[in-house]
Every structure is written in structure tokens, then in C-alpha cells.
């Protein structure tokens, strides 16, 4: 796992026996990710696989692993479609839908998405604040207008946009609120799912149990979203209070099968943009296996 707002079901199954109950052992592997305070760069780096999540499953140092649906897609597809690396599959559309917004700073006088016209955004690249920028931002702009550009994390993000070097910041929580705690300005934001993937070593009954244990936590999570905000407002490193953070961007569900209506959508809009290479299909990509 890398951030709390994505695995947030994975921390409260192990911390709450979910998992136990289930029957299982698991091991959350903790990796640097973008939102944390004092991250480096092993989380952004050019190549997906040589970040170190990628790199971990690719050495066989764990079986699982989650991000959003569009990387989850990127990671997938190029495992499969090209040699060298080791295969994934989809194995369920996941149980946290991440929260993202794009914010300016108070004083830029940027109000709403489409003055954000040819003006530099920052993100970290085939992570979730890239997808979620251009997926937000293709309603409002033509594609060659919207401009990304590397920042580093999320707090680094900030520092950037404080700077005045770039007109805006995609962030996910804790961030968001960060954001708002200092006056920044929300232009646009929205949930996004996560998904899972996984090796063809991890069973379909096993990860049927792992899915299950997911479940119970998203609805735990759900009816207090409060007990367990901690987790993000550590992730913070102390920018941000509890009463700070928007409890209403919690938000979480049981993980499902992933459709052939899914994946066509996506990975259609993946090879859009040039994200992913061709080749990839349904039937080499997706493996429901937890449901049959």
C-alpha cells in the first residue's frame, strides 16, 4: 500500500480482524507514496516499474496490489502485453474511491476549470492526480490544452503552486483539506475507484476471503467515517487537525467484479491518451477468479 486514502479498507481489515476472521494472514507491504508528508521520489519515478511497489511485486515480494483503476490498467496491459516484467491481472474493481481536486491559490484569480486553459498542473505522472486531472478536465478543455507537468508529492505540489510555479495542484486527501486549511481554492474534484490486481499465484477462493474482509471494513468505515480518519490526518505529518479534515470525501465500497463493459471503457480512454500500448484484451487482462 502507499496512501491511506487509497487503502483505507486495507488498514481497518487488518486493524479491526476482518482479515482474521476470514481466515488469513495477511501482510500489509508499506511503500512511499505521493501523499506522504516526507516521501521521496521512489513512488514518481518515470518507469512504473521501477517504483518501488511495482518493482516489489515484480520481484515476487508480494502477491497483491491496488492503485487507481487507470494505473491498475497501465500496469496490467503492459505486464501482459510486453516481456520482461511479471503478469497481472485485474482481479476486481477495488473498494476505495479516492478522492482528487484541483486546486489554485487564493490570489491567481483562476475561479473554475477552464481558465486553467494551456496552464501548467501539477501531478505526479501515471499516478492517480494525472488520470483524475485529465479525466476532470476533458469536459471543460480540448486535450491539447491541458497542460501536466511533474511536481513531486503533494506537499511538494503545494510548495510549487506557493511558488508561483504552476497555476494549479491536483491533490487527494488528507491534501485537499490541507489545501483548504491554508485558503486555497477547490476549482474541481471527484472520487475515483481504485483496483486490484494480482499474480496468478493468489487464488480465486483466497482472494474471495481477501475481498470479503474489504467488504466488512468499507462498511465499517462508512458508518464512522471519524474513528478511522486518523489514518489520513497521520499521513499529514501534523499540517492538519482532525476537525480539518472533510470526513464527507471518506468514501469506500465492497470491491466487485471488473465487467468487460469496464474494461472496454477504460482501457478505450487509456489508449486514448496514449497511456497504455495496444494489444490488450479482456480475456489477457481481466481474471474474475474471486467470483467464480
Known amino acids: 500500500m502507499m496512501n491511506a486514502i487509497?487503502?483505507?479498507?486495507?488498514?481497518?481489515?487488518?486493524?479491526?480482524?476482518?482479515?482474521?476472521d476470514q481466515g488469513l494472514d495477511v501482510q500489509i507491504v508499506k511503500t512511499p507514496g505521493s501523499g506522504q508528508r516526507d516521501s521521496d521520489h521512489q513512488a514518481l519515478r518515470p518507469n512504473v516499474f521501477d517504483r518501488t511497489m511495482e518493482a516489489l511485486y515484480d520481484q515476487g515480494a508480494c502477491d497483491q496490489f491496488r492503485m487507481c483503476e487507470w494505473g491498475v490498467m497501465k500496469r496490467t496491459v503492459e505486464s501482459n502485453?510486453?516481456?520482461g516484467h511479471r503478469p497481472a491481472k485485474i482481479v476486481a474493481l477495488g473498494s476505495a474511491m479516492s478522492s482528487f481536486a484541483i486546486v489554485a491559490a487564493p490570489k491567481s484569480r483562476i475561479y473554475e476549470p477552464e481558465q486553467l486553459k494551456d496552464r501548467s498542473i501539477a501531478v505526479s505522472p501515471f499516478n492517480g492526480s494525472h488520470f483524475t486531472t485529465l479525466k476532470l478536465l476533458e469536459g471543460f478543455l480540448k486535450r491539447e490544452q491541458i497542460k501536466t507537468t511533474f511536481a513531486g508529492t503533494m506537499k511538494e505540489r503545494l510548495e510549487a503552486l506557493?511558488?508561483?510555479e504552476v497555476a494549479a495542484a491536483s491533490l487527494m486527501?488528507?491534501?485537499i483539506s490541507v489545501a483548504e486549511k491554508r485558503g486555497l481554492r477547490v476549482l474541481i474534484e471527484s472520487h475515483s475507484?481504485?483496483?486490484?490486481?494480482?499474480?496468478?499465484?493468489?487464488?480465486?477462493?483466497?482472494?474471495a476471503k481477501m475481498?470479503?474482509?474489504?467488504?466488512?471494513?468499507a462498511e465499517a468505515i462508512d458508518k464512522d467515517p471519524e474513528r478511522y480518519a486518523h489514518y489520513l490526518v497521520e499521513e499529514a505529518g501534523g499540517l492538519l487537525e482532525l476537525k480539518d479534515l472533510r470526513l464527507s470525501r471518506i468514501l469506500n465500497a465492497a470491491p466487485e467484479p471488473y465487467t468487460r463493459e469496464r474494461f472496454d471503457h477504460t482501457y478505450r480512454w487509456t489508449l486514448g491518451?496514449?497511456?497504455?500500448?495496444?494489444?490488450a484484451t479482456y480475456e489477457n487482462t481481466v481474471d474474475n477468479r474471486a467470483w467464480q
Do not use: K
Open 162 to 164: 506557493a511558488r508561483g
Open 193 to 207: 475507484t481504485r483496483s486490484e490486481a494480482a499474480g496468478d499465484e493468489l487464488d480465486g477462493p483466497t482472494l
Open 273 to 279: 491518451w496514449g497511456l497504455v500500448p495496444p494489444g
Open 211 to 217: 475481498f470479503r474482509a474489504e467488504a466488512a471494513a
Open 81 to 83: 502485453v510486453a516481456a
Open 6 to 20: 487509497h487503502d483505507l479498507p486495507l488498514l481497518v481489515a487488518r486493524d479491526e480482524g476482518f482479515f482474521r
Open 173 to 175: 486527501e488528507p491534501w
